[in-house]
């Protein structure tokens, strides 16, 4: 018996991470980035918890980006997961804005958003456009803020997963 995935599912989240990277500029072969997709299968198939301890999923999205970027150890990333936080427009700011300072003298750096979608949807089960649009528009001030605090000379980069 197999298990399905689900979009809150965090072994997806790393499926789509792991996908994801391997299109903007990984190291890893088609052959590698299929491989780490099958282990992440497996682990899904043989964990009865769909969301990982927040330790857990941290080290795991560590090491997806070191899979995928084992050259550059100074490979610049923070994630942020938007389901340890209150989605309210002011604790966003902070979230981003703390992002972007701590890239104060790096070039080059990644913003991984994970469970921004979960996180909207409070206790109710269902999606609706009211709650598309507040989350188009979460993602869109965003990567605005991301632009307006980065510096000049910086490339600041956001991933949404």
């Known amino acids: 018996m197999t298990k399905t995935a689900d979009k809150k599912d965090d072994y997806t989240r790393l499926q789509n991470l792991n ?18 997709q099958s282990t992440l299968s497996f682990l899904r198939e043989n964990d009865d918890v769909r ?9 795991c999205i560590d090491q997806v980006v070191r899979f995928h970027f084992p050259n550059k150890r100074s490979f ?10 209150t989605i309210d427009p002011l604790w966003v700011r902070a979230a981003v804005v703390e ?33 598309e649009k507040c989350y188009q528009e979460t993602r869109n001030s965003i990567e605005e803020l991301v632009l307006h605090h980065a510096g000049k000379e910086q490339n600041l980069n956001v991933l949404f997963f």
Request: proline share 1%.
């Open 76 to 85: 610049n990333y923070t994630h942020w997961n938007a389901r340890a936080t």
């Open 19 to 36: 996908a994801l990277f391997s299109v903007i500029g990984s190291t890893s072969t088609r052959e590698e980035t299929l491989q780490l």
């Open 51 to 59: 969301c990982m301890p927040v330790k857990s999923f941290e080290h």
């Open 99 to 131: 992002f972007v300072n701590s890239f104060q003298n790096i070039h080059r750096g990644l913003l991984l958003v994970s469970g921004l979608r979960e996180s909207m949807l409070n206790r109710s089960k269902r999606w609706s456009s009211k709650k």
